[in-house]
T-cell receptor, first 112, second 115 residues
Framework: AQSVTQLGSHVSVSEGALVLLRCNYSSSVPPYLFWYVQYPNQGLQLLLKYTTGATLVKGINGFEAEFKKSETSFHLTKPSAHMSDAAEYFCAATGGSYIPTFGRGTSLIVHP | NAGVTQTPKFRILKIGQSMTLQCTQDMNHNYMYWYRQDPGMGLKLIYYSVGAGITDKGEVPNGYNVSRSTTEDFPLRLELAAPSQTSVYFC??????????????FGDGTRLSIL
Protein backbone atom coordinates (compact mmCIF):
# COMPACT_ATOMS: atom_id res chain seq x y z
CA ALA A 1 0.00 0.00 0.00
CA GLN A 2 1.17 3.49 -0.65
CA SER A 3 0.13 6.93 0.52
CA VAL A 4 0.88 10.50 -0.46
CA THR A 5 0.74 13.39 1.96
CA GLN A 6 0.79 17.02 0.95
CA LEU A 7 1.53 19.28 3.88
CA GLY A 8 -0.64 22.38 3.83
CA SER A 9 -3.91 22.65 1.96
CA HIS A 10 -3.09 26.29 1.16
CA VAL A 11 0.23 28.03 0.60
CA SER A 12 0.40 31.79 0.19
CA VAL A 13 3.40 33.62 -1.28
CA SER A 14 4.17 37.03 -2.67
CA GLU A 15 4.94 37.48 -6.33
CA GLY A 16 8.69 36.95 -6.81
CA ALA A 17 9.08 34.84 -3.67
CA LEU A 18 10.19 31.24 -3.46
CA VAL A 19 7.49 28.61 -3.89
CA LEU A 20 7.80 25.41 -1.84
CA LEU A 21 5.06 22.79 -1.92
CA ARG A 22 5.66 19.72 0.19
CA CYS A 23 4.96 16.09 -0.69
CA ASN A 24 5.85 12.98 1.28
CA TYR A 25 5.10 9.45 0.25
CA SER A 26 5.16 5.98 1.68
CA SER A 27 5.49 2.98 -0.56
CA SER A 28 6.44 -0.65 -0.24
CA VAL A 29 7.99 -0.54 -3.70
CA PRO A 30 10.18 2.08 -5.39
CA PRO A 31 7.74 4.75 -6.45
CA TYR A 32 7.33 6.80 -9.55
CA LEU A 33 6.37 10.34 -8.51
CA PHE A 34 4.46 13.06 -10.29
CA TRP A 35 3.38 16.65 -9.79
CA TYR A 36 0.27 17.89 -11.57
CA VAL A 37 -1.17 21.39 -11.77
CA GLN A 38 -4.85 22.25 -12.04
CA TYR A 39 -5.93 25.71 -13.16
CA PRO A 40 -9.49 26.86 -12.44
CA ASN A 41 -12.14 25.00 -14.40
CA GLN A 42 -9.57 22.72 -16.03
CA GLY A 43 -8.30 19.20 -15.63
CA LEU A 44 -4.93 18.22 -14.20
CA GLN A 45 -1.82 18.72 -16.32
CA LEU A 46 1.55 17.09 -15.77
CA LEU A 47 4.20 19.45 -14.37
CA LEU A 48 7.01 16.94 -13.96
CA LYS A 49 7.74 13.35 -13.04
CA TYR A 50 10.47 11.35 -11.37
CA THR A 51 11.17 7.87 -12.65
CA THR A 52 14.78 6.79 -12.12
CA GLY A 53 18.16 8.42 -12.47
CA ALA A 54 18.69 12.11 -11.68
CA THR A 55 16.96 13.02 -8.44
CA LEU A 56 16.45 16.67 -9.40
CA VAL A 57 13.71 16.88 -11.98
CA LYS A 58 12.91 19.95 -14.00
CA GLY A 59 9.41 20.58 -15.27
CA ILE A 60 7.44 23.16 -17.14
CA ASN A 61 6.99 26.81 -16.14
CA GLY A 62 10.24 26.90 -14.13
CA PHE A 63 9.20 24.32 -11.54
CA GLU A 64 11.48 21.59 -10.27
CA ALA A 65 11.32 18.85 -7.67
CA GLU A 66 13.91 16.80 -5.84
CA PHE A 67 13.45 13.14 -4.97
CA LYS A 68 14.95 12.40 -1.54
CA LYS A 69 14.68 8.72 -0.75
CA SER A 70 16.03 9.08 2.78
CA GLU A 71 13.30 11.60 3.59
CA THR A 72 10.62 9.94 1.40
CA SER A 73 9.94 13.38 -0.05
CA PHE A 74 9.37 14.95 -3.45
CA HIS A 75 8.93 18.66 -2.74
CA LEU A 76 8.09 21.07 -5.56
CA THR A 77 9.90 24.38 -5.83
CA LYS A 78 10.10 27.46 -8.01
CA PRO A 79 12.60 30.25 -7.31
CA SER A 80 10.26 33.15 -8.13
CA ALA A 81 6.48 32.98 -8.05
CA HIS A 82 4.40 34.55 -10.77
CA MET A 83 0.74 35.49 -10.57
CA SER A 84 0.01 32.90 -13.24
CA ASP A 85 1.27 30.15 -10.90
CA ALA A 86 -1.86 30.45 -8.77
CA ALA A 87 -3.50 27.03 -9.05
CA GLU A 88 -4.07 23.72 -7.29
CA TYR A 89 -1.10 21.36 -7.20
CA PHE A 90 -1.30 17.61 -6.75
CA CYS A 91 1.44 15.15 -5.90
CA ALA A 92 0.90 11.55 -7.02
CA ALA A 93 2.73 8.23 -6.82
CA THR A 94 2.57 4.94 -8.63
CA GLY A 95 4.38 1.76 -7.73
CA GLY A 96 3.47 -1.67 -8.89
CA SER A 97 0.33 -0.66 -10.78
CA TYR A 98 -1.17 1.88 -13.14
CA ILE A 99 -3.45 3.18 -10.40
CA PRO A 100 -1.84 6.29 -8.91
CA THR A 101 -2.30 7.52 -5.37
CA PHE A 102 -2.95 11.25 -5.18
CA GLY A 103 -2.37 13.67 -2.36
CA ARG A 104 -5.24 15.94 -1.35
CA GLY A 105 -3.79 18.91 -3.20
CA THR A 106 -2.29 22.26 -2.22
CA SER A 107 -3.79 25.53 -3.36
CA LEU A 108 -1.08 28.06 -4.22
CA ILE A 109 -2.10 31.67 -3.69
CA VAL A 110 0.14 34.37 -5.15
CA HIS A 111 -0.16 37.92 -3.83
CA PRO A 112 0.93 40.90 -5.92
CA ASN B 1 -4.61 16.88 -30.55
CA ALA B 2 -7.90 16.40 -28.74
CA GLY B 3 -6.57 14.15 -25.94
CA VAL B 4 -9.34 13.34 -23.44
CA THR B 5 -12.73 14.89 -24.17
CA GLN B 6 -15.57 15.02 -21.66
CA THR B 7 -19.17 16.02 -22.26
CA PRO B 8 -21.17 17.77 -21.00
CA LYS B 9 -19.15 20.45 -19.20
CA PHE B 10 -21.99 21.37 -16.85
CA ARG B 11 -25.23 19.71 -15.86
CA ILE B 12 -27.94 20.17 -13.27
CA LEU B 13 -29.99 17.11 -12.33
CA LYS B 14 -32.96 16.58 -10.10
CA ILE B 15 -32.82 13.95 -7.36
CA GLY B 16 -33.68 10.54 -8.78
CA GLN B 17 -32.84 11.37 -12.39
CA SER B 18 -30.17 9.47 -14.27
CA MET B 19 -27.56 10.57 -16.76
CA THR B 20 -24.44 9.46 -18.60
CA LEU B 21 -21.17 11.39 -18.54
CA GLN B 22 -19.28 10.85 -21.75
CA CYS B 23 -15.50 10.42 -22.07
CA THR B 24 -13.48 9.68 -25.16
CA GLN B 25 -9.74 9.65 -25.84
CA ASP B 26 -7.88 9.60 -29.14
CA MET B 27 -4.45 8.45 -27.88
CA ASN B 28 -5.10 4.71 -28.08
CA HIS B 29 -4.56 4.44 -24.34
CA ASN B 30 -5.36 1.15 -22.63
CA TYR B 31 -6.20 2.47 -19.17
CA MET B 32 -9.07 4.87 -18.49
CA TYR B 33 -10.30 6.21 -15.17
CA TRP B 34 -13.15 8.14 -13.63
CA TYR B 35 -12.53 10.38 -10.62
CA ARG B 36 -14.66 12.72 -8.60
CA GLN B 37 -13.18 15.83 -7.02
CA ASP B 38 -14.73 17.46 -3.99
CA PRO B 39 -13.29 20.60 -2.33
CA GLY B 40 -10.31 19.79 -0.11
CA MET B 41 -10.65 16.05 -0.69
CA GLY B 42 -8.44 15.53 -3.71
CA LEU B 43 -9.38 12.94 -6.30
CA LYS B 44 -11.37 9.83 -5.52
CA LEU B 45 -11.25 6.95 -7.99
CA ILE B 46 -14.72 5.74 -8.97
CA TYR B 47 -14.00 3.13 -11.65
CA TYR B 48 -11.21 2.26 -14.00
CA SER B 49 -10.72 0.12 -17.09
CA VAL B 50 -7.62 -1.72 -18.31
CA GLY B 51 -8.98 -2.19 -21.82
CA ALA B 52 -12.10 -2.73 -23.88
CA GLY B 53 -14.51 -5.02 -22.07
CA ILE B 54 -12.69 -4.88 -18.71
CA THR B 55 -13.68 -2.58 -15.86
CA ASP B 56 -13.10 -2.58 -12.12
CA LYS B 57 -14.24 -0.68 -9.06
CA GLY B 58 -12.22 2.05 -7.47
CA GLU B 59 -12.53 3.63 -4.05
CA VAL B 60 -16.07 5.08 -4.36
CA PRO B 61 -18.10 3.06 -6.92
CA ASN B 62 -21.51 3.07 -5.22
CA GLY B 63 -24.20 4.78 -7.27
CA TYR B 64 -22.22 4.62 -10.51
CA ASN B 65 -21.81 2.23 -13.41
CA VAL B 66 -19.38 2.11 -16.32
CA SER B 67 -18.83 0.23 -19.56
CA ARG B 68 -15.94 0.05 -22.00
CA SER B 69 -17.07 -1.30 -25.35
CA THR B 70 -14.26 0.40 -27.32
CA THR B 71 -10.72 1.53 -26.57
CA GLU B 72 -11.75 5.17 -27.07
CA ASP B 73 -14.91 5.50 -24.96
CA PHE B 74 -15.52 5.11 -21.24
CA PRO B 75 -18.93 6.47 -20.20
CA LEU B 76 -19.97 6.87 -16.58
CA ARG B 77 -23.61 6.40 -15.69
CA LEU B 78 -25.36 7.77 -12.63
CA GLU B 79 -28.52 5.95 -11.68
CA LEU B 80 -30.97 7.60 -9.26
CA ALA B 81 -28.94 10.76 -8.72
CA ALA B 82 -28.47 11.85 -5.11
CA PRO B 83 -27.25 15.19 -3.66
CA SER B 84 -24.09 13.43 -2.44
CA GLN B 85 -23.11 12.97 -6.09
CA THR B 86 -22.80 16.70 -6.61
CA SER B 87 -19.16 17.00 -7.63
CA VAL B 88 -16.72 17.61 -10.45
CA TYR B 89 -16.04 14.48 -12.44
CA PHE B 90 -12.79 13.89 -14.31
CA CYS B 91 -11.96 11.27 -16.85
CA UNK B 92 -8.32 10.34 -17.40
CA UNK B 93 -6.28 7.90 -19.44
CA UNK B 94 -2.78 6.47 -19.60
CA UNK B 95 -0.93 4.18 -21.95
CA UNK B 96 -0.83 1.33 -19.46
CA UNK B 97 2.11 -0.47 -21.01
CA UNK B 98 5.65 -1.04 -19.82
CA UNK B 99 6.80 0.61 -16.63
CA UNK B 100 4.49 2.44 -14.25
CA UNK B 101 6.00 5.84 -14.95
CA UNK B 102 3.45 6.98 -17.50
CA UNK B 103 1.47 10.06 -16.49
CA UNK B 104 -2.27 10.38 -16.74
CA UNK B 105 -3.98 12.65 -19.24
CA PHE B 106 -7.09 14.40 -17.94
CA GLY B 107 -10.20 15.86 -19.49
CA ASP B 108 -11.49 19.26 -18.42
CA GLY B 109 -14.19 17.80 -16.21
CA THR B 110 -17.97 17.71 -15.91
CA ARG B 111 -19.46 19.90 -13.19
CA LEU B 112 -22.58 18.18 -11.90
CA SER B 113 -25.12 19.59 -9.45
CA ILE B 114 -27.97 17.53 -8.09
CA LEU B 115 -30.83 19.45 -6.54
Amino acid sequence: AQSVTQLGSHVSVSEGALVLLRCNYSSSVPPYLFWYVQYPNQGLQLLLKYTTGATLVKGINGFEAEFKKSETSFHLTKPSAHMSDAAEYFCAATGGSYIPTFGRGTSLIVHP
Amino acid sequence: NAGVTQTPKFRILKIGQSMTLQCTQDMNHNYMYWYRQDPGMGLKLIYYSVGAGITDKGEVPNGYNVSRSTTEDFPLRLELAAPSQTSVYFCASTIGEGTFNQPQHFGDGTRLSIL
